[in-house]
């Protein structure tokens, strides 16, 4: 089966200063890649997705990067803000399944 | 989006007894899952609910330990048995969205002593 690799663990930053997650995963079959964002005590929310037919996609100060030879995707998230501190989740999953693999989270502290 | 609660919010349990956790959706449905999140992990699936049929559990989880309910398109039911401090989670309910993620419902937060 699928499975992904997620790091760092945890990252910590300064205000204003960017925010890079990395994931591998190991099916070439996967083709969306979504991340999730949970803040303390609350649910996961997706905050930005990827297909595979895509290299890059932005969201206002959100990115995420897909390399699909390497099978590689980044989140990136640029002049970070002390609302970004939470845990972040990639993923993946394969076409004709809703069911996705998750990685083991990357907590980010955003300090003022 | 689909609006998703889930019954109760947080609970507190001895060992040995068994707690049902409801998760109601807005809209009608066809695949109900249920992820449990222990301290500090990632999202594990236990199973999908499906309605008119068996739970599909996924490797590690079993329908004696985890049954499931799916008796519309709009609920499911899950039971934590014979609970030990090991089941102490977060338990989270979704559903599909627009053809691709998962969305989650708030989650059941448990604690088994």
């Known amino acids: 089966g699928e499975n992904v690799e997620q790091h760092p663990s945890t990252l910590s930053v300064q205000e204003g200063d960017s925010a890079v997650i990395k994931c591998t995963y190991s099916d070439s079959a996967s083709n969306y890649f979504p991340w999730y964002k949970q803040e303390l005590g609350k649910r996961p929310q997706l905050i930005i997705d990827i297909r595979s037919n895509v290299g890059e996609k932005k969201d206002q100060r959100i990115a995420v990067t897909l390399n699909k030879t390497a099978k590689h995707f980044s989140l990136h998230i640029t002049e970070t803000q002390p609302e970004d501190s939470a845990v972040y989740f990639c993923a993946a999953r394969k076409g004709g399944s809703y069911i996705p693999t998750f990685g083991r989270g990357t907590s980010l502290i955003v300090h003022p | ?113």
Do not use: H
């Open chain 2, 1 to 113: 989006s689909a609006v998703i609660s889930q019954k109760p919010s947080r609970d507190i349990c001895q060992r040995g007894t068994s707690l049902t956790i409801q998760c109601q959706v807005d809209s009608q449905v066809t695949m109900m899952f249920w992820y449990r999140q222990q301290p500090g992990q990632s999202l594990t699936l236990i199973a999908t609910a499906n309605q008119g049929s068996e739970a599909t559990y996924e490797s590690g989880f079993v329908i004696d330990k985890f049954p499931i309910s799916r008796p519309n398109l709009t609920f499911s039911t899950l039971t934590v048995s014979n609970m030990s401090p090991e089941d102490s989670s977060i338990y989270l309910c979704s559903v599909p969205r627009g053809g691709e993620t998962q969305y989650f419902g708030p989650g059941t937060r448990l604690l088994v002593l």
